[in-house]
């Protein structure tokens, strides 16, 4: 005879500072950061503050790092080529070929494909590439006009460098970077990290440079999950380096490979986690080899 599963509901539970049970008429509502306790109002969350505020703040961490440990294990769309749909090779700007006509990254091995068969358009719109910078800057501001966050993150490079034609203008960079980031662009959150790390064009911070590059690792950017991993080997955090270099290398990123293998060496890091990080980036580069690309490569493509 199976049993029927328990009801539980609301009124099993008390407010944490005068508890009073909850009902149809008295809702309680969770602690925001840590979900441990609950409140019937906000006078007795303000009341219990003082007595809750270690554990809270303690738990608010542990889930934090729930959060920033257990995503942003994969790549992002816009490390994969559109047509081959392999996942481009870290450094990509040496592995790939940016089109400012459709905002896409071809990697070098279809781009190259495509050449041979005698397609000297955009090999994924099949757009004419422009052949100067004043066609190409056109380009890039009409999708910045549509608001597309590749493009003004694309632009703010443009500025930064000073290329196409454009003065040289960092805090427009900056301005640039900001607005592509708020609308998804995860690249720009790096920028943005990277910028407040160094604090050459902008005050350095290194919390927010930290809450940067951690948006941005949660979402597959390996450079900013590397970048976290170095910072908390700098501060001796060699636990936590260890965490983000393993995603990282796992992803192919060679930089997170050398480190873990440094901190081996150093004794700041297990047997067990080098030789997990070396098989996890030796996968990652296998997945991203091709015939094409590897044509590309033998010809100085």
Not at 73 to 83: A, K, L, N, T, Y
Request: a positive charge; charged letters at 30%; hydrophobic letters at 35%.
């Amino acid at each position: 005879m199976k049993c029927a599963p328990a009801f539980v509901d609301e009124s099993d539970e008390a407010c944490a500072n005068c508890g009073k049970h909850g009902s149809d008429t008295v809702k309680l509502k969770s602690c925001t950061a840590c979900r441990l306790v609950k409140y019937c109002c906000v006078d007795c969350q303000k009341a219990h503050r003082k007595l809750h505020k270690k554990a809270c703040k303690q738990r608010a961490a542990e889930l934090k790092d729930e959060q920033l440990y257990s995503q942003g294990h994969e790549r992002p769309e816009g490390d994969f080529c559109p047509i081959c749909t392999l996942p481009i090779p870290f450094r990509m700007n040496e592995h790939s070929v940016f089109n400012a006509c459709c905002m896409k990254r071809i990697c070098k091995g279809c781009h190259f494909a495509a050449k041979k068969r005698g397609i000297l358009d955009c090999p994924f719109c099949r757009t004419p590439l422009p052949d100067n910078h004043a066609d190409m800057l056109a380009m890039v501001r009409v999708r910045v006009a549509k608001k597309d966050p590749t493009a003004i993150l694309t632009l703010g490079h443009h500025y930064s460098c000073g290329d196409l034609g454009l003065q040289k203008d960092m805090k427009k960079s900056i301005d640039l970077w900001t607005e592509a980031a708020e609308l998804g662009s995860i690249e720009a959150l790096f920028c943005l990290g990277l910028e407040y790390m160094k604090g050459d064009l902008v005050q350095r911070d290194e919390a927010k440079a930290v809450k940067f590059y951690a948006k941005a690792a949660m979402q597959g950017h390996a450079q900013s999950r590397n970048n976290l991993g170095c910072y908390e080997g700098q501060k001796g955090n060699y636990d936590r380096a260890v965490k983000h270099l393993l995603i990282s290398a796992r992803m192919g990123h060679k930089g997170s490979l050398g480190a873990i293998k440094m901190m081996f060496t150093n004794g700041d890091a297990a047997k067990e986690q080098y030789a997990d990080a070396l098989k996890g980036y030796q996968e990652a580069v296998e997945e991203t080899k091709s015939h094409d690309r590897d044509e590309a490569k033998r010809l100085g493509y």
